[in-house]
């Protein structure tokens, strides 16, 4: 067989980005979702006719691998040919994508564990556990300024995110403890990214479990199955999710293969 790519426009693959989607075992965090979105897209043609796709980003990290099940006997040939086009020095794959990850591990490329991917497994968290006191609503302009005292450069447009109602706030009296942040997934039907940041003054007791437990209840509220992921070695911010309830069966790998 004989295959040829074509860069194109996202919209041009959205059907096969919404197989490929249906395809994955687990969900994706919002870090994927923007490499992703934020790759270059091509086509993968034979004879005409659309046989998958595949996303580069900043023209050497492969992010999307996609075919048509007519075409996986040919999938080993077509991703070598992938590599070989681009000069592709990195994959960010994660381990719910059975067929990109498959095709990987057919090299002997350097695996270095990028993040955890983390569900809800929909478990009351126990009150007591739950810090006591605090008042948690949606942030507002006027936050601007404390938020960027208390989190510094943890999160980039503030006064954006405000305005588009994904940022929540924890207080006590006139003190932040801490954020919440809520990204909908743009690939995802009723999905949506959440995380946080405890101020460090006030860290270990309990506020960042208690952001997750009101963060969640806000996705369910809103229709939305609350997801998140973490780097794989933020030991802290891992056992604070897996307190709250969310558990992780998928891990981001980013390959090394230059």
């Excluded at 050497?60 to 070598?80: G, V």
């Excluded at 999160?155 to 405000?162: F, L, N, Q, S």
């Excluded at 706030?169 to 743009?186: A, D, H, M, P, Y």
């Excluded at 007791?205 to 996705?219: A, D, F, S």
Aim: hydrophobic content about 35%.
């Amino acid at each position: 067989m004989s295959f040829y790519f074509k860069e194109c426009e996202q919209s041009d693959v959205r059907n096969l980005i919404r197989e490929y989607v249906i395809a994955l075992s687990s969900p994706i965090d919002s870090f994927l979702e923007n490499q992703i979105l934020n790759s270059a897209f091509y086509t993968i043609s034979y004879n005409s006719e659309v046989a998958g796709y595949y996303a580069v980003h900043s023209n050497h990290c492969l992010t999307q691998f996609y075919l048509e099940l007519s075409y996986f006997n040919e999938a080993q040939e077509i991703f070598k040919n992938v590599l070989s086009n681009h000069s592709i020095q990195s994959v960010l794959v994660p381990t719910c994508d059975e067929l990109f990850l498959s095709l990987v591990l057919d090299h002997d490329y350097k695996i270095e564990k990028q993040a955890y991917f983390f569900q809800d497994n929909k478990v009351e968290i126990p009150k007591e556990k739950l810090y006591k006191g605090g008042d948690f609503r949606v942030a507002v302009p006027n936050d601007v300024i404390k938020i960027s005292q208390v989190c510094q450069d943890f999160i980039d447009k503030v006064d954006e995110r405000i305005k588009n109602r994904e940022i929540f706030t924890f207080t006590k009296g006139n003190i932040l403890l801490g954020i919440g942040i809520v990204e909908r997934s743009k690939l995802l039907d009723r999905y949506a990214s959440i995380g946080i940041f405890t101020n460090e003054q006030f860290r270990k007791q309990g506020i960042g479990r208690t952001i997750i437990h009101h963060l969640k209840e806000w996705c369910y509220d809103n229709n939305l199955n609350p997801i998140c992921g973490c780097w794989y070695y933020n030991i802290p911010s891992k056992q604070t999710l897996e307190s709250a309830g969310m558990v992780s069966k998928t891990r981001l790998l980013n390959i090394k293969v230059l």
